[in-house]
């Protein structure tokens, strides 16, 4: 029980600092304008306006919570260590997994929230044109944090060995990417002999799939969230948890 109030707070004031900081408030301020340009974009598409609207709105609140995700677990641990802070924290008896989760779990909490507070704007400017609820929605925005769990936890990871947390970003960002070519990479190794061949099948297992957390195309019971899913994003964030916890483990703190 002590353990997890260790973690409890950690996550409590990683999630305040998260939430107090600056950097939330113009990512906040950019999602709205984001979102207010899908409006726009949702007017011009006529007969396809819903569907515009929809794909334009989870698309940018996506890609913003993904920009202030990547800042905030490329930045959290160096500031910490930085400011000595980390060293205050360990001189205490917080062992350094509970210390790690409690991070890790906070960032999420921060993204959630994100996602949350855009998802109702977005549902309220959907309401304001004359549209519904789209269907699926609640299941696209559960692939959305799926995918930015396994995101921020491979940032921390990343963060404990980058020289700064702008390259951080940029190996985020290239992981990020090739996460959404799981299939053209599973296409290259059936049709690639050799050494190629071998150099895709390892890239499949070492790139997660995050085609596997959309539903935007979806319809009908399909667009539902598969236990593939769950299980993949479980598997990438405890894995990138346990390296980030062996590399944080050897340093001297």
Not at 68 to 78: E, I, T
Not at 148 to 171: D, E, G
Not at 187 to 194: H, I, P
């Amino acid at each position: 029980m002590r353990i997890l109030r260790l973690i409890r707070a950690v996550a409590a004031n990683s999630f305040s600092e998260s939430v107090r900081h600056r950097f939330f408030t113009l990512f906040f301020v950019f999602a709205c304008t984001a979102i207010y340009a899908s409006v726009l974009a949702g007017v011009m598409a006529v007969d396809q306006e819903a569907r515009v609207l929809t794909d334009f709105g989870l698309a940018f609140m996506e890609l913003t919570a993904l920009a202030y995700a990547l800042f905030n677990a490329a930045s959290v641990l160096p500031k910490e260590a930085e400011t000595k802070t980390i060293y205050l924290v360990f001189s205490r008896p917080v062992p350094r997994w509970a210390y790690l989760a409690g991070k890790l779990a906070g960032s999420l909490l921060t993204s959630a929230l994100m996602l949350a507070v855009m998802g109702a704007m977005h549902l309220l400017l959907l309401k304001v044109r004359g549209f519904g609820v789209p269907p699926c929605y609640a299941w696209a925005l559960a692939g959305s944090l799926l995918k930015l769990s396994v995101i921020t936890s491979f940032a921390f990871f990343v963060s404990l060995f980058s020289t700064s947390a702008v390259s951080t970003m940029v190996i985020s960002g290239v992981f990020w990417t090739a996460g959404h070519f799981a299939s053209e990479t599973r296409f290259l190794a059936e049709q690639s002999g050799g050494v190629k061949a071998g150099v895709f099948k390892a890239a499949m297992w070492l790139i997660p799939n995050f085609q596997l957390f959309n539903t935007r195309d979806a319809a009908g019971a399909a667009c539902a969230l598969g236990p593939a899913a769950f299980l993949s994003a479980a598997a990438w964030v405890c894995g990138a948890y346990l390296a980030a916890l062996c590399l944080i483990s050897k340093k001297e703190f």
